[in-house]
Nanobody, 129 residues
Framework: QLQLEESGGDSVQPGGSLRLSCAAS????????IGWFRQAPGKEREWVSC??????????ADSVKGRFTSTISRDEAKNTVYLQMSGLKPEDTAVYYC????????????????????WGQGTRVTVSS
């Protein structure tokens, strides 16, 4: 079974940047679409971004567009997907999860958590002054 492990979460000041990593083991991520989600205390899990297999399609939630845009990527050699976050705001504080759907032939990645088959344990991001 595919296993995912997130890392890179930290405490930063507003305006700061972080790069989150989602590393896979037991299977290659090549044939999986990958999504990033976050869950703040007392709130439902929220979709943040996703990248399709091959990286040909990416998408970002409106709440992060312009700050995270064009900064989701995958390194097939390292079996890892990255989410670079910049211009962080206190409302970005949450536990961030990566999820995988596949193996799939889908060229577009999904936004709904129910579309994903495998989940990591999460990495915590705190943005405060």
């Amino acid at each position: 079974q595919l296993q995912l492990e997130e890392s890179g979460g930290d405490s930063v000041q507003p305006g700061g940047s972080l790069r989150l990593s989602c590393a896979a083991s037991r299977f290659t991520l090549t044939y999986f679409n990958i999504g990033w989600f976050r869950q703040a205390p007392g709130k439902e899990r929220e979709w943040v971004s996703c990248i399709s297999r091959g990286g040909g399609f990416t998408n970002f939630a409106d709440s992060v567009k312009g700050r995270f845009t064009s900064t989701i990527s995958r390194d097939e050699a390292k079996n890892t997907v990255y989410l670079q976050m910049s211009g962080l705001k206190p409302e970005d504080t949450a536990v961030y999860y990566c999820a995988a759907r596949g193996p799939t032939e889908q060229a577009m990645c999904a936004m709904a958590p129910s579309e994903y088959d495998y989940w990591g344990q999460g990495t915590r991001v705190t943005v405060s002054s």
